[in-house]
């Protein structure tokens, strides 16, 4: 970001939150004057997403009652016109696309926009009105033209935000940090009700509604988080690129298979868990800024795809859920399931394993980072070698299927290859090789392991975990919540573990607890 445009967006007030919109500036579509709405619909505020060089995603959702048990906000039973905006300035005075959308009630009075005809590598700022009405302004960008190197792109990324285990201070530090892109990796909601996960002292905050297996519900759920303003804060910031993991659905699902698998009516038959999973996903996609190409088909959704980031870094966005294989041996850790080492074994699925190492063979990008939600790394709690002890949900479950991954991008020449995590609510560095039980096998990639933004309360602050060991390829480990910040050019990323002292109380300051970078073309972390 320039400094001219930064000094104008702070001084609209997002240094410290949400851009202030101007109600008396005018927004010249009438057909949203008449929205007849008393009180402000904008409580969930607004979200962009999906970069690509000549436009993005922008998104909002009207409520005037978030947490309405009927999962429509409280609103008529009536679409609502909704004008929007989009300006190259902060003030929204350089006004270079409107238009008008409706919020329909089939969708949860939802607006997705995808713009198109903007110039690369821009930032932009964009607003939403109805009737009297005005959101906030949010900032966003386009991603550079296919053929440029950017000097430096900003990344953030984060996952695990469990409302009842915490204050969501970790988003509003992370927007004050301001990133250029946001990556959210999973498990951006929980789907259990009041009092179901607890954490040691009692959680701080309740979630609204029975656990989620409706569309009410989940819809109900969702507008609780978005609620918060800390959450507000960080979408309204910069544009995101979201993936699910198994909270927004059912804890550890695994394509069609429930957490709790019974003809008890009290756990999931397939078609149940079919029926959750459809609305799951309408929910999802209603809630998110995300393309009109990932709308949901019934039980069925794609979330995975590439976003090109010029010449600088691809971002393949993937999931580990709606694809994979049951997880062996009742999803936990156990020792020698020799099963995991199958070659047929799959956490992607073979339509998308296709498509990532297609797009590894075709990529000319500087980086090529994996966006995905589960440990990839191996990860053996057992010391002795005639043992191992690992999780039949990460990676280590699919042995096979992570080793196709790891050579398919070294067979592809892929320049600098990073697998980005979630899901573990601690915080990892890994190196990554094709073959963990050869010490000479060489190192070929990292991985970095985001914490959670609350998920599991407050943390211990420790920094060493003792199978850190026996596997050395894990170079660091700590139990502090919070995100991780990056820098990437084409000479080095470099990433910033950024943690909160406290999350059970709101207002923790941040700090950076430790720093890596991987050279260009040199695999392997530096730094700790």
């Given at each position: 970001?320039?400094?001219?445009?930064?000094?104008?967006?702070?001084?609209?007030?997002?240094?410290?939150?949400?851009?202030?919109?101007?109600?008396?500036?005018?927004?010249?579509?009438?057909?949203?004057?008449?929205?007849?709405?008393?009180?402000?619909?904008?409580?969930?505020?607004?979200?962009?997403?999906?970069?690509?060089?000549?436009?993005?995603?922008?998104?909002?959702?009207?409520a005037?009652?978030p947490?309405?048990?009927?999962?429509?906000?409280?609103?008529?039973?009536?679409?609502?016109a909704?004008?929007?905006?989009?300006?190259?300035?902060?003030?929204?005075?350089?006004?270079?696309?409107?238009?008008?959308?409706?919020?329909?009630?089939?969708?949860?009075?939802?607006?997705?926009?995808?713009?198109?005809?903007?110039?690369p590598?821009?930032?932009?700022f964009?607003?939403?009105?109805?009737?009297?009405?005005?959101?906030?302004?949010?900032?966003?960008?386009?991603?550079?033209?296919?053929?440029?190197?950017?000097?430096?792109?900003?990344?953030?990324?984060?996952?695990?935000?469990?409302?009842?285990?915490?204050?969501?201070?970790?988003?509003?530090?992370?927007?004050?940090?301001?990133?250029?892109?946001?990556?959210?990796?999973?498990?951006?909601?929980?789907?259990?009700?009041?009092?179901?996960?607890?954490?040691?002292?009692?959680?701080?905050?309740?979630h609204?509604?029975?656990?989620?297996?409706?569309?009410?519900?989940?819809?109900?759920?969702?507008?609780?988080?978005?609620?918060?303003?800390?959450?507000?804060?960080?979408?309204?910031?910069?544009?995101?690129?979201?993936?699910?993991?198994?909270?927004?659905?059912?804890?550890?699902?695994?394509?069609?298979?429930?957490?709790?698998?019974?003809?008890?009516?009290?756990?999931?038959?397939?078609?149940?868990?079919?029926?959750?999973?459809s609305?799951?996903?309408?929910?999802?996609?209603?809630?998110?800024?995300?393309?009109?190409?990932?709308?949901?088909?019934?039980?069925?959704m794609?979330?995975?795809?590439?976003?090109?980031?010029?010449?600088?870094?691809?971002?393949?966005?993937?999931d580990?859920?709606?694809?994979?294989?049951?997880?062996?041996?009742?999803?936990?850790?156990k020792?020698?399931?020799?099963?995991?080492?199958?070659?047929?074994?799959?956490?992607?699925?073979?339509?998308?394993?296709?498509?990532?190492?297609?797009?590894?063979?075709?990529?000319?990008?500087?980086?090529?980072?994996?966006?995905?939600?589960?440990?990839?790394?191996?990860?053996?709690?057992?010391?002795?070698?005639?043992?191992?002890?690992?999780s039949?949900?990460?990676?280590?479950?699919y042995?096979?299927?992570?080793?196709?991954?790891?050579?398919?991008?070294?067979?592809a020449?892929?320049?600098?290859?990073?697998?980005?995590?979630?899901?573990?609510?601690?915080?990892?560095?890994?190196?990554?090789?094709?073959?963990?039980?050869?010490?000479?096998?060489?190192?070929?990639?990292?991985?970095?392991?985001?914490?959670?933004?609350?998920?599991?309360?407050?943390?211990?602050?420790?920094?060493?975990?003792?199978?850190?060991?026996?596997?050395?390829?894990?170079?660091?480990?700590?139990?502090?919540?919070?995100?991780?910040?990056?820098?990437?050019?084409?000479d080095?990323?470099?990433?910033?573990?950024?943690?909160?002292?406290?999350?059970?109380?709101?207002?923790?300051?941040?700090?950076?607890?430790?720093?890596?970078?991987?050279?260009?073309?040199?695999?392997?972390?530096?730094?700790?």
């Amino acid at each position: 970001m320039d400094n001219i445009s930064r000094r104008s967006l702070l001084s609209a007030g997002l240094g410290a939150g949400l851009v202030a919109a101007w109600p008396g500036a005018a927004v010249a579509v009438s057909t949203a004057d008449d929205a007849g709405l008393r009180t402000d619909p904008f409580l969930l505020g607004i979200a962009s997403g999906e970069p690509w060089p000549d436009g993005f995603v922008i998104w909002t959702r009207l409520a005037l009652d978030p947490i309405a048990e009927d999962g429509l906000g409280g609103m008529p039973s009536r679409n609502v016109a909704v004008a929007w905006e989009v300006a190259e300035d902060a003030n929204m005075r350089k006004v270079v696309a409107r238009g008008v959308e409706p919020a329909r009630i089939e969708t949860a009075h939802s607006v997705h926009v995808e713009l198109r005809g903007l110039r690369p590598g821009r930032e932009y700022f964009y607003r939403f009105r109805t009737g009297k009405h005005v959101s906030v302004v949010g900032r966003t960008l386009t991603s550079p033209a296919p053929h440029e190197t950017p000097a430096a792109l900003a990344m953030a990324f984060a996952s695990c935000s469990q409302y009842e285990h915490g204050y969501f201070t970790a988003y509003s530090r992370l927007a004050q940090d301001h990133p250029d892109l946001v990556l959210h990796l999973g498990d951006y909601l929980y789907e259990y009700k009041k009092e179901s996960y607890v954490i040691g002292g009692g959680n701080p905050r309740d979630h609204q509604g029975p656990e989620t297996t409706t569309l009410q519900g989940y819809r109900q759920r969702h507008a609780q988080y978005k609620s918060d303003a800390d959450l507000q804060a960080a979408h309204a910031i910069a544009p995101w690129l979201v993936v699910w993991d198994d909270h927004e659905v059912d804890n550890n699902w695994a394509d069609e298979v429930p957490e709790n698998k019974d003809a008890n009516q009290l756990n999931d038959t397939t078609e149940r868990f079919r029926q959750r999973r459809s609305a799951a996903f309408q929910a999802y996609y209603e809630n998110m800024p995300l393309r009109a190409s990932s709308v949901p088909a019934g039980f069925d959704m794609k979330i995975y795809r590439t976003i090109q980031w010029g010449q600088l870094a691809n971002f393949h966005m993937m999931d580990t859920r709606q694809y994979r294989d049951d997880q062996l041996a009742g999803d936990g850790w156990k020792k020698n399931v020799t099963e995991r080492l199958a070659e047929d074994r799959t956490i992607t699925g073979a339509e998308q394993e296709k498509w990532l190492l297609d797009g590894f063979r075709n990529s000319t990008q500087r980086w090529d980072i994996l966006g995905q939600q589960v440990f990839f790394a191996e990860k053996d709690r057992a010391q002795a070698p005639e043992i191992d002890d690992v999780s039949m949900d990460g990676w280590d479950g699919y042995a096979a299927s992570r080793r196709r991954i790891t050579q398919g991008w070294v067979d592809a020449n892929v320049r600098n290859a990073l697998v980005l995590t979630g899901d573990v609510h601690r915080n990892w560095a890994n190196d990554v090789r094709v073959d963990y039980k050869d010490p000479t096998s060489p190192v070929v990639g990292s991985e970095l392991v985001c914490t959670s933004i609350t998920s599991t309360g407050n943390g211990t602050g420790s920094t060493v975990d003792p199978v850190m060991a026996w596997n050395p390829h894990l170079k660091f480990y700590n139990d502090n919540r919070g995100y991780v910040n990056t820098r990437i050019t084409k000479d080095a990323l470099t990433a910033d573990f950024r943690v909160l002292d406290y999350v059970t109380t709101p207002g923790s300051p941040v700090s950076t607890l430790a720093s890596f970078a991987i050279q260009d073309s040199v695999p392997g972390l530096i730094g700790g």
